[in-house]
């Protein structure tokens, strides 16, 4: 009887030292586990790192000078659409035009070279702000929603919304409260646009003035509003438009330049307006292109 209970405590002990032995070898194992969980942790570390300098680039690059940024690279990226007389392609396809030659004279004054992009019109803002251009240098009124956008230069030229209608139908749009209902054609994102929705009109927005005023040459709109500086280039006699006139004025307006909001290029070009004013330089190029009666003074 003594020998079992012998027996039998030391199978008790053995089992009990085999238990805190397995105890002990658990613990390496969960450290092990916690060492493996954390370890994602860690290599995110230098992700976290990267994305913090890549927030800091952009940053410190929207906080430099617009100035110093266009002239470092070289090149004032000029936004525009093809709008006679203030932005088009001559015979040789270089951009001429009022609006075009004075901001390659604004770049010559800045020791840089203009660059002209053709854009569309709608999505100027996001153009500017994504840096795929530097400015919108095309005859561009100074709305609110403009000049809440953008950084604007001073106004300098007038202007006005018109209608333009063929010459057999001109007699029905002289009174802007008495407009008939018709078709317009408009540019996205335009005054004109803005205009027609103002007025209630029916209006189909297109990508240019260009193609508004194609629209009503060809039949497939009524009528349309573009800009009267643009009219009065475009179309009448002696124009590829003889058979379009323009009749009643709907708004009056001005034009700026817009950057990027808190550039300091708009304060530069503020200068230039007024250094090519009072030397004479922008009567002349207005002259050339038969917009000097439009120049703010």
Known sequence: ?????????????TLMLSAALAGCGSTPASSANQSASAAPENNDKPADSA???AADSDAAQNDASDLSYIKDK?????????????????????????DADMAKAFAESLGVSAEFVEIDWDNKVMELDGR??????????????VTSAMEC????????????VPVD????????????????????????EAQASALELEHTPVATQADA??????????????????????????????NLTYTVGLNSEEYGVGFRKGSDLAAALNDFFAAS?????????????????????
Not at 132 to 145: A, F
Not at 169 to 192: L, R, T, Y
Request: glycine fraction near 10%; charge should be negative.
């Open 51 to 53: 994305e913090s300098a």
């Open 169 to 192: 139908k001109a007699d029905s749009f002289q009174d802007k409260d008495n407009i008939p209902e018709v078709s317009f054609a408009v540019e996205a994102g335009s005054a004109g």
């Open 153 to 164: 230069s001073d106004a300098y030229c007038n202007n006005a919304q018109v209608i333009v």
């Open 74 to 98: 070289g090149t004032l990226v000029v936004g525009i659409t093809d709008f006679e007389p203030m932005d088009y392609k001559d015979e040789s396809g270089t951009w001429i035009g009022f």
């Open 213 to 242: 005023l194609m629209e009503v040459a060809a039949g497939t709109s009524d009528a349309a509003i573009i800009d009267s500086l643009m009219a009065a280039a475009m179309i009448g006699e002696g124009t590829g438009y003889a």
């Open 132 to 145: 795929t251009i530097d400015c919108v240098w095309n005859g561009m009124t100074l709305t609110p929603e």
């Open 1 to 13: 009887m003594k020998n079992i209970l012998t027996r039998a405590l030391a199978l008790t002990t």
């Open 277 to 297: 004013t009072q030397d004479g330089s922008m009567l002349a190029v207005a002259e050339r292109y038969g917009v000097q009666a439009a120049l703010i003074k």
